[in-house]
């Protein structure tokens, strides 16, 4: 399988070599040149797997040069007792036709873990592949959920270092807490004196210093993203959108070829974009639901074919999806062209310079085709995470709880009552504050106290990560103005 870039189509590229890259030099984002199908009987025979299995059979399709025994070595560690649930991604049914597909029984408690357990191994294998000697430092500016999730999985993995900024006062306690007590010996932390939004522009003003490049490739070092534009990132996900179509089949919910549809709390589109895969592999998908939260601009862009991100940022209780430009979006677009690559760079040059860009008919028609929509306000995620509870004694992160309404409203707008599966990314209790307004009660709590009211308040247990931060000596207490992000890097590596 040849990777190419959605910007220039020409490129070919081997699976190793678009993982150990991460980004086209174009700018593109890499595809694989042709998407596999599952062959018959394929579905039948995952049935049969646990997920470690499932998780190999399905990559195997898209790393040519990765041989069967690594990928078996990869998925094993990756997929093991990190995970607290021995069905690592269990599918929790509310009702006949709702499912909850549970995707944070990792270490950090939240999605990403599906991905970045398994990057780590990818990438590494990749540098080996590609003969590169040197050794790679992931640097990721976060705005919670992703630094902590590449901090676990890059942590004393050789060959890599990892260094992630937060922003002082943009992530809730718990995730603070998460990062400054981090583990390991290739690991770095540092908050920044701003929002998300100077963390980030000063990651990729470091990533574009060509002085700092040369310098670190000098003492033997290459930077790299963790961000869901890799390859190796979004590749494991598509495994948990078949994983759960399988586990609906052996408990009886379906038989093997009905169609389903999946609802995606979504923000970088990463996650749904996976689905698609899925979907194009063969999966019986009927529709996708993209939900968005008040940030909306996916809604709009899937309804009109306008994608335009000049419009008010809102932060929310799903601070994870509050996300103005969506990179993966950028994927699907080459795809559902009909792979037109200069049709996308030109979409990517309107984003750049104007902030917007319009699709064609076509292409607005084809999203339409396999995607539905919906937002929702926050007083709407709040009464979902109560009616859940009520209804059903189901507790809920806030992320899933923008899935679960916009599903709920899908329904009645279109009657549309296939069996759908909400995709669930988050732990309610790495958002307890939010978790905990909803359900009605103080917010006055800290962040310890918050958990331990959670789990009297619902009878349900926190997640042995989080209950075990408490007493956890804090390692980076570290703070910097947005200017010192590149010394800081620079000393991180000397
Ligand atoms: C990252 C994240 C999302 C959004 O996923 P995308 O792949 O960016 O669309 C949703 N929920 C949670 C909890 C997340 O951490």
Not at 11 to 27: E, H, K, M, N, V
Not at 40 to 56: F, N, Q, T
Not at 70 to 83: I, V, W
Not at 326 to 340: A, H, P, Q, V, Y
């Amino acid at each position: 399988m040849n990777y190419q870039s959605t910007r220039d189509k020409s490129t070919r590229l081997s699976a190793a070599q678009a993982i150990a890259q991460g980004l086209a030099r174009d700018g593109g984002l890499f595809v694989p040149a042709s998407i596999p199908t599952l062959p018959k009987g394929a579905i039948a025979k995952l049935c049969a797997m646990d997920y470690r299995g499932r998780a190999e059979y399905v990559m195997s399709f898209y790393l040519d040069g990765f041989s069967g025994s690594e990928l078996k070595a990869f998925c094993t560690s990756a997929y093991s007792d990190n995970f607290d649930d021995p069905a690592i991604a269990p599918v929790h049914s509310t009702d006949g036709i709702t499912h909850y597909l549970e995707l944070w029984h990792g270490p950090t408690c939240a999605f990403k873990d599906m991905a970045l357990q398994m990057l780590p191994h990818l990438l590494t294998a990749s540098l080996e592949k590609t003969g590169d000697k040197r050794e790679v430092c992931m640097l990721v500016a976060t705005s919670g959920d992703t630094g902590k999730a590449a901090l676990e999985g890059f942590r004393d993995v050789q060959r890599t270092k990892i260094f992630v900024f937060y922003p002082k006062d943009g992530v809730s306690d718990v995730q603070q807490l998460q990062m400054t007590t981090q583990a390991g010996e290739n690991v770095g932390v540092c908050a920044v004196r701003g929002n998300f939004d100077d963390a980030q522009t000063g990651v990729k003003k470091i990533f574009s210093d060509t002085a700092l490049r040369k310098e670190l490739n000098a003492r033997g070092y290459f930077l790299s993203s963790a961000n869901s534009i890799n390859w190796g990132r979004l590749l494991p996900q598509v495994v948990y959108y078949i994983s759960a179509y399988c586990d609906l089949v052996n408990n009886g919910t379906i038989r093997s070829g009905d169609e389903i549809d999946f609802c995606v709390p979504t923000g970088n589109f990463g996650d749904i974009l996976a689905g698609w895969y899925a979907k194009r592999m063969g999966l019986p998908v009927k529709k996708l639901i993209c939900a968005s939260n008040k940030n909306d601009v996916l809604t709009e862009f899937i309804r009109t074919g306008v994608y335009n991100k000049n419009r008010q940022f809102y932060t929310t209780v799903s601070p994870s999806m509050d996300i103005l430009v969506s990179s993966n979006l950028e994927r699907l677009l080459f795809e559902l062209s009909g792979k037109d690559d200069k049709l996308v760079a030109s979409y990517m040059d309107d984003l750049f310079s104007k902030g917007c860009y319009t699709v064609t008919d076509e292409i607005r028609a084809a999203v339409a085709d396999e995607f539905a929509c919906g937002c929702c306000s926050e007083e709407e995620t709040e009464s979902s995470i109560a009616a859940i509870m009520k209804e059903h004694g189901y507790l809920i992160d806030t992320h899933t709880a923008v899935a679960a309404a916009v599903l709920k409203k899908y329904r009645a707008e279109t009657g549309d009552m296939t069996p759908a599966v909400v995709v669930s990314t988050a732990s309610p209790y790495k958002f307890s504050n939010a978790v905990l307004s909803a359900l009605g009660q103080r917010t006055d709590l800290d962040g310890f106290e918050q958990i331990s009211r959670l789990s009297e308040l619902t009878g349900t247990k926190a997640p042995a990560p989080l209950a075990s931060l408490r007493g956890r000596p804090v390692r980076f207490d570290g703070a910097v103005d947005k200017e010192d992000m590149l010394r800081t890097v620079d000393d991180f590596l000397s």
